[in-house]
């Protein structure tokens, strides 16, 4: 449960980022990067980083897990982070891109074409939140 309530939040904060004028002005220091490294993931603002910290603590202390489940769970969000903007080509199997955000997937969020960067794939762990609400 907790996993899906922080993928959702996540869900949420990107697609928010994305859509309004002020958000967006602190989360495209994230996209002004020339190209996708394992750096790319850590290249957010001081405030994109402050309200995802209160937004997941929140969530994190309605959704009581024990302790090792809840830092597995902060593990798999860093490691789909490193793994998306890394840019490097994974070979796994084709059904994973239907569950899980790729390198594939966030690339194509990472796009130049601001069409890209503004309509899609805000999901950060699982993609059925874009399927669902059709993004």
């Not at 910290?53 to 490193?82: D, E, H, R």
Request: net charge positive.
């Amino acid at each position: 449960v907790l996993l899906l309530a922080l993928d959702f939040a996540s869900y949420c904060m990107h697609r928010t980022l994305h859509t309004f004028e002020w958000p967006w002005k602190m989360h495209r220091l994230h996209h002004s990067s020339l190209e996708l490294t394992i750096l790319s993931s850590f290249r957010i603002s001081w405030g994109e980083g402050i309200v995802t910290g209160i937004v997941f603590g929140i969530i994190s202390g309605i959704v009581l897990v024990p302790t090792p489940v809840y830092f597995y769970i902060n593990f798999l969000f860093v490691f789909a982070c490193l793994i998306q903007h890394s840019n490097i080509k994974f070979r796994y199997p084709a059904f994973l891109g239907k569950i899980l955000i790729t390198p594939r997937n966030h690339l194509w969020h990472h796009s130049s074409e601001l069409k890209h960067q503004h309509g899609q794939n805000f999901g950060f762990v699982l993609v059925f939140w874009d399927k669902i609400l059709k993004t």
